[in-house]
Nanobody
Framework: QVQLVESGGGLVQAGGSLRLSCAAS????????LGWFRQAPGKEREFVAA???????YYANSVKGRFTISRDNAKNTVHLQMNSLKPEDTAVYYC??????????????????WGQGTQVTVSS
């Protein structure tokens, strides 16, 4: 059974940092694109960042320069380091995996597997 499990969410003050992790199991994810999305209350889920198996990364403009995505293929994990957090970063954060190795997926429908989400709350 394929599972993605996020951890590391919590409450932080504006300007602070958090590091999210996502542990994948049930199959090998070393060739997948791994991504992070988020959904704020009353809003649609949106793309945050993605990393290909090759290490190529892509970020939403809203987080570029503040967030860093990384992966550890040996451990089947993906991380999202979030610095200089803002109240507008408050959301449930989801990790996801796309089985197609040739693309850098940035939209929801391209992803095959999803975690259950972890809450990030940034206070002002």
């Amino acid at each position: 059974q394929v599972q993605l499990v996020e951890s590391g969410g919590g409450l932080v003050q504006a300007g602070g940092s958090l590091r999210l992790s996502c542990a994948a199991s049930g199959r090998t994810f070393s060739r997948d694109t791994l991504g992070w999305f988020r959904q704020a209350p009353g809003k649609e889920r949106e793309f945050v960042a993605a990393v290909k198996w090759s290490g190529n990364t892509y970020y939403a403009n809203s987080v570029k320069g503040r967030f860093t995505i990384s992966r550890d293929n040996a451990k089947n994990t993906v991380h999202l380091q979030m610095n200089s957090l803002k109240p507008e970063d408050t959301a449930v954060y989801y990790c996801a995996a796309d089985e197609m190795p040739w693309r850098l997926a940035t939209v929801e429908y391209q992803y095959d597997y999803w975690g259950q989400g972890t809450q990030v709350t940034v206070s002002s």
